[in-house]
Structures are given as structure tokens and as C-alpha cells.
């Protein structure tokens, strides 16, 4: 059925699509934001360890669900598998309004100037795709800080050297420091590093009309049961709503976007929440749907003028697929390091993000967040058996002396690392699924060796007696840092959209999520995922006022 | 004459009645195990398991922690997809036992139930099902849900009365925040309103 007529729909309401819902219906368009899940609540908290985002024993709290989504995964030694979004090789991020932003842990980085500049800063890499931004940091700063202060960031980075320059402080104070952000503070000191306050999307104080942190220890991959992690779902999304402008329908699954003869996007179809295909016409089209759905709806919008798929002339649609290539350490020590406090993940450094000799580029290093008892349970420490008394002897014995630091080490993009649509296996709703496959640079895997052996440092200064590094895998990564599948470029031969997040040959279909993100920092994604949503809605708004999507 | 046949006849239709509803419960009473998925021998068998994979000594283990509890309700539930290898690898390793020791695995002295267990792990286990299907993969599969049945919430039925917490020293039922003891740590912070 064939809707009345809309400037624009919003195809995700994660941490990107919420942004520009919010900004385009503040300007005085007329919004449909589509999202697949549904709108949870803090009361669907429930601080279950065994289900969540991060821990799927017994499946994933904020979807997908098992039941109707799958897609195929291409391991190392080139065999299929079918998946489920429970199984690490979906590479899931959560499908649910806020997206990513409702359960992450909410580390709310800047990129630095050089993470812009990586091709400028190492060189040509073979066997990658190291690239330049087409926009530098300078331009996307002032949308950096709308995303701090209208999301809600708080920390103190007045002692990192290494960050860009910033305008305007942070909106929050830090949380008071736990043991281990005392015991890592100390040993970092000693070392001649640069310590500082891990930049968080949470309330530290009431702000935006929502309580402090409690401090309890379920927060990455939980929802926030006192509502003081800040989201897209609980800011930017009842900000959009509240202008009139903007409908927000969930457990809408898009299928393909609509194109007319002239190659312009007419709209959405999609099922609604009762399986019913629905056309919802718009002058133009936002697609936010995240690093692995972006680039799969793009590829599954076929028709006679393009017949691979909306952006894809020169096959760069669902390339360049990567995550982060978490390393670090952990490292034991023989006194109490656990003192309760939630939720971990509040020291960093960034000596290490670049200027690594012998390796390209590198990553944040910060402690872990809270480690729960099934968790802990699953880490292979050194010289205990996985099973039986001893097993129990070390939990009993480690679990409140254990530490761990890791950091997001930035990855080296790979054209054969990519999101396709698969020939064969269709979704619930008869759309064809994600087909990932491809590896990870090795030189990206010295970059993590490097950094692991940082944070055993780190570690070891702080007093451990016992240290064993934490190292990716050779296999693609993904999952919820995932982006580079539509790359931003000035080349149309080389990438999917320009510096406005506008696919190349058309004018009114806009892609605004990680996908277009070149390369992905050594940080968590999700504040410049938020930066882009402002700096492309910008945009838009000031050619909407030239009328320039009016077909 | 026919008053009381009538009577009979009234009465014979509420003894059928009694005896259709009452057969098959007693019937089904007989044959039910007190368990949801596994027979009463098969919980046997894995209640034995789990107790090596956590033994119980000064602390509560996997039998304390109703670990076979937590495992049975899931195979109805969300790890419903292994009711399968459950029933396989159960009977496996009775196999395994028979042929290592001659006994089924909960006759065997505590010693040889790890011997068996250890064979498993090796994948070098005896028994006509392990032909045909993983015994490390399955004893990794019992390890696992172990482990969340022992260390999970025990909304799922396992971790019976937080035992596992309490043993790590985890405050149970578990502290929901704890700022409210810590403001007097720092100084009170500024608060600071939106532009």
C-alpha cells in the first residue's frame, strides 16, 4: 500500500538515523523514521548475564531475534555457515530504537586528526584500502560537540595531548575513580603515559532531565535500568517526536528502496509490523540501518537503470568491511583489585593511537568494563583447567584480583572484507541476507600484537604477578564497531558517497551511519557516527532550503 | 424395574467417566520423570557430570547450584536445539563407561567418573555414539552450560540462591548501585544544564 507522501524517511533509528530524524524534523520537514525493533524501555533492563548484547547464552535481549534473521558467514578456510544474531559470526549489532546507543557501554570518543589522515599518515598499504577522509576533523569538530552536549557526554580529557583541539569542554563531570582506575592511574604515571578520564555518554550528574549513574556492574550490553546512559533513544529521538514532525514506526523491516526512470529515489518499500508490504514515498531517502544492513539494502535495490544494486556502478557497495581488532591484557594480581563499583571503563590513554615504530597506526587503551562471574568463567587464564576443582580453586582465588585493559586497535581496510547479498538464503521475509566474508590485514594483526603487549605493560606496572595478552583473530571483524561499507570518497570510481554522505549518482539517497566511515579510528565509533548524523543533516537542511530535492 | 435401571444405567456412565479421566493420569504418573526434558536416569548420569565439571567442598557445586535444573529447563527452552546431543551423549557415555570400567557412568567411583570424562575431552572416548558424533564437543557443550547454570542469574534456573556469587564474594541478592555510598568520596559535582 502506497503512503501519503513525506519530505523524508529515515531508514534506522540507531545512533545515526535518531541524529538526523531529529535534525531534519527540527528544521521543519516532514519525517518517517523506520526502525526493524522495537522501543525498549529501562524497565526491559533485567541484568540478565546470560541474555544480552554482549553475553547471547541464551540469545540476545535487544535483537535480532533468532527466529527471523540469519545470514551466511564465510570462515577463514572459505566454508558457509549459516548464522543466528546469538552466534558471533552474525557480527550483530542491536535492532531496537537507539540501536547500538540503547545497550553500548557508551565510550563516546572523538577520532583524532590523524585518524582522517591515514593513508597521508602511512602510506599506501598492500593488500589494503587505506584512504583519506574526503572531510578532515576540522570539519566535523563543531558537529563533535553538538553530539557531547545535546547526547550527553561526560569525562575529563584535559589531560590527553593527544586528542584534537576542542572548542568546549565536556558537559559532565567524570564519575568518582573505582580501585582499578586508582591502581591503572598510579601505574600509568609511572610509566610516563598520559592518563585520563574515558569520555562516556552517560550522566555523572542529572542531565537532560534524566538522573546520575548508580554505578552498578551491568552496563555494556545491558540496557540502563536508571535510564542515565544517554542514547539516541532517549535524547535526539522524544526531541524529534516532539516537534510533530516526526513518525516513528518500529518493527518496520525495509526491503528495498524505490527508484524512478530518471534514477532518483521515490521512497522505501517495506513490511510492517503485521508483514505487510508498505510503500512510503519521500523526496528523499536516509539510509542509517548500520555497516552490514546499509550496504545489503542498497545491494538488494535492483532495477533496469541499476542493476547491481543503488551506489554500486563500481562494486565499492559492502567493501572495505571493518570493525576493531580488540587486544590487550589481562593480568592477576595478589591483592583485591574488585571493590563493586560500576561500570568499569573509565581510565584511558592515547600514547599509543599513533606513532607506533614498525606499525601503522594503533588504538585507545582503557580498562574493561565490569567482568560478571559466567564471564570471567569463559577466559582462558593461564595454566588453570577450563573444568573441575581447579577451575573453581582460580575463579574463587582470581576473580576480585583480576584486571583487564584492552583498546579498539584501528584496522587496516580490506577490499575482499565485505558485506554481499547472498544468491540463496532469504530472511522470514523472503529478503535476501548478509553474506560476510574476507580477513584481516595481517599488518593489522602486528598493530594488535603491539598494543597487547602496551597494555601487558601497563599491567605489570600496575603490580600484576601474572599477565597473558588478549589477541584478535585472523577472521573479518565486525560486529557492533562495524562501518567502511560505503566508503566517502571524492572518486565516484572509489567510493559509494561524497563528503555529504550523498550516493555519488544520486542526488536525493543519502547513506548516514559507520558505513561511510573510511577508516574507523582507534576508538569506539559511536560519537562520530553521531558527528556525521549532524554534519550530513546540516546538509541537507541548507539545500532543502534551495529546494534542491523537490523533484 | 426401570427406575433402577435407570440408576445402573446413570451409574455405570459416572464410573466410565471416573475411570477415562483418572486411567491415563495414573498411567502418566507412573511413566513421568519429575524432569521437563531428561528421563530420571539421563539426569542422573549429568547431575554426575556437572558435579566434576564443579564439585561441591567447603563451597556449593553444580548440584547445590540445581546446575541439572538450569540445563533441563533450557532444553525446552532457548537451547532446545541440543535436545539431541543431550539425549546421544548421555547414553555415550554410560557406552564410554561400560567399556572403560564395566560400569554405567553414576556406578563409577568418583576417580574413574573423571577418567571418563577426561577421554571424552581427549576425544578418545569408546562407544557407538561418539562414531558418529564429537565426544569433545559435546563434554565441551555439558562444560559450557555448566558453567552458565553454576555462574548465570538464577532467574534461569540454575545459581540456586546466588550460590556461585556468594562464594566470589558478590554481594547477593546484588546491590543495585552503590553511589549512594560513595558521594562523600569526591567533592559534590557541578551541575551543569544543556544549551
Known amino acids: 500500500m502506497t503512503l501519503k507522501h513525506v519530505n523524508a524517511v529515515v531508514i534506522g533509528a540507531g545512533a545515526a538515523g535518531g541524529v538526523v530524524a531529529k535534525e531534519l524534523a527540527v528544521a521543519g520537514l516532514s519525517v518517517v523514521l523506520l526502525e526493524r525493533g522495537k522501543w525498549y524501555s529501562p524497565f526491559d533492563c533485567r541484568k540478565d548475564d546470560l541474555r544480552n548484547q554482549r553475553v547471547t547464552a541464551l540469545g540476545s535481549a535487544f535483537g535480532p531475534d533468532d527466529e527471523r534473521y540469519v545470514r551466511v558467514f564465510v570462515d577463514a578456510e572459505g566454508q558457509e555457515q549459516i548464522v543466528t544474531p546469538s552466534d558471533g559470526n552474525y557480527h550483530n549489532n542491536a535492532a531496537c530504537v537507539g540501536g547500538g546507543t540503547f545497550s553500548y557501554g557508551a565510550l563516546a570518543w572523538r577520532f583524532m586528526e590523524k585518524d582522517f589522515r591515514m593513508r597521508s599518515t602511512y602510506g599506501a598499504v598492500e593488500g589494503g584500502t587505506l584512504e583519506d577522509w574526503p572531510i578532515a576533523y576540522q570539519e566535523l569538530e563543531p558537529f563533535y560537540e553538538k553530539a557531547e552536549w545535546e547526547i550527553g557526554v561526560a569525562g575529563d580529557d584535559s589531560n590527553n595531548p593527544f586528542k584534537g583541539p576542542r572548542k568546549k569542554a565536556l558537559p559532565m563531570p567524570p564519575l568518582p575513580p573505582n580501585r582499578e582506575h586508582e591502581i591503572l592511574q598510579q601505574a600509568a604515571e609511572l610509566l610516563g603515559l598520559h592518563p585520563f578520564h574515558a569520555p562516556t555518554a552517560r550522566n555523572t550528574v542529572p542531565y537532560n532531565g534524566r538522573g546520575a549513574c548508580m554505578r552498578c556492574r551491568w552496563c555494556v550490553g545491558f540496557a540502563c535500568e536508571v535510564d542515565a546512559k544517554c542514547g539516541t533513544h532517549n535524547t535526539v529521538i522524544p526531541k524529534a517526536l516532539a516537534t510533530g514532525n516526526c513518525e516513528l514506526r518500529t518493527e518496520c523491516v525495509a526491503k528495498e528502496i524505490l527508484t524512478n526512470a530518471q534514477g532518483r529515489a521515490t521512497g522505501v518499500a517495506y513490511f510492517d509490523a503485521r508483514d505487510r508490504l508498505q510503500e512510503q514515498p519521500a523526496d528523499l531517502v536516509v539510509v542509517s540501518a548500520s555497516a552490514t544492513e546499509s550496504p545489503r539494502l542498497l545491494l538488494n535495490s535492483q532495477s533496469q537503470l541499476f542493476p547491481n544494486g543503488l551506489g554500486n556502478r563500481y562494486d565499492w557497495v559492502g567493501r572495505n568491511l571493518q570493525g576493531h581488532a580488540y587486544a590487550g591484557a589481562y593480568g592477576l594480581f595478589d591483592f583485591d583489585v574488585y571493590d563493586d563499583l560500576g561500570p568499569g571503563a573509565t581510565i584511558a590513554i592515547c600514547d599509543y593511537n599513533h606513532g607506533n615504530s614498525g606499525v601503522i597506526g594503533g588504538g585507545a587503551l582503557a580498562n574493561e568494563f565490569v567482568r560478571l562471574p559466567y564471564f570471567f568463567s569463559q577466559l582462558r587464564l593461564p595454566d588453570v583447567p577450563r573444568w573441575g576443582v581447579g577451575h573453581k580453586d582460580a575463579m574463587r582465588k582470581w576473580f576480585k584480583r583480576h584486571l583487564a585493559v584492552h583498546g579498539p586497535v584501528q584496522e587496516i581496510s580490506v577490499f575482499d572484507s565485505r558485506v554481499q547479498v547472498d544468491p540463496r538464503v532469504k530472511d522470514y521475509w523472503g529478503i535476501p541476507v548478509v553474506r560476510l566474508s574476507g580477513l584481516n590485514h595481517p599488518k593489522t594483526l602486528e598493530t594488535a600484537r603491539y598494543i597487547a603487549l602496551k597494555a601487558e605493560e601497563w599491567l605489570q606496572a600496575a603490580g600484576a604477578v601474572k599477565t597473558w595478552l588478549k589477541m584478535p583473530g585472523r577472521g573479518l571483524s565486525g560486529s557492533q564497531h562495524q562501518a567502511g561499507t560505503c566508503r566517502m570518497g571524492n572518486d565516484p570510481k572509489t567510493s559509494v558517497v561524497n563528503k555529504f554522505c550523498q550516493v555519488h549518482d544520486i542526488g536525493n539517497l543519502f547513506v548516514v551511519d559507520g558505513s561511510v566511515h573510511v577508516t574507523n579510528g582507534g576508538f569506539n565509533p559511536a560519537l562520530t557516527i553521531m558527528a556525521l548524523g549532524y554534519y550530513a543533516s546540516d546538509y541537507v537542511v541548507k539545500e532543502w532550503k534551495g529546494t534542491k530535492f523537490k523533484g | ?195
Open chain 2, 1 to 195: 424395574m426401570r427406575k433402577a435401571t435407570k440408576l445402573t444405567r446413570r451409574r455405570f456412565i459416572q464410573i466410565a467417566a471416573t475411570a477415562a479421566a483418572a486411567g491415563p493420569a495414573i498411567s502418566c504418573r507412573q511413566a513421568t520423570s519429575p524432569w521437563r526434558f531428561l528421563t530420571v536416569k539421563e539426569a542422573q548420569t549429568l547431575g554426575s557430570i556437572c558435579g566434576q565439571i564443579v564439585p561441591s567442598d567447603q563451597d556449593p557445586g553444580a548440584k547445590e547450584a540445581g546446575v541439572v535444573n538450569y540445563i533441563d529447563r533450557q532444553l525446552l527452552g532457548y537451547l532446545k536445539r541440543h535436545q539431541k546431543a543431550y539425549r546421544e551423549g548421555l547414553a555415550g557415555i554410560d557406552q564410554t563407561s561400560l567399556a572403560l570400567a564395566g560400569r554405567e557412568f553414576t556406578e563409577l567411583p568418583l576417580d574413574q567418573q573423571l577418567d571418563v570424562l577426561k577421554a571424552l575431552e581427549r576425544n578418545e572416548a569408546p562407544g557407538r555414539v561418539w562414531k558418529k558424533r564429537s565426544a569433545k564437543a559435546f563434554f565441551d557443550l555439558v562444560v559450557n552450560h555448566t558453567m552458565q547454570g553454576f555462574y548465570g542469574d538464577p532467574r534461569h534456573g540454575g545459581n540456586r540462591d546466588g550460590v556461585s556469587w556468594r562464594m566470589l564474594g558478590l554481594p547477593y541478592p546484588p546491590i543495585r548501585g552503590r553511589q549512594q555510598y560513595d558521594l562523600t568520596s569526591s567533592p559534590a559535582p557541578k551541575v551543569k544544564s544543556a544549551p
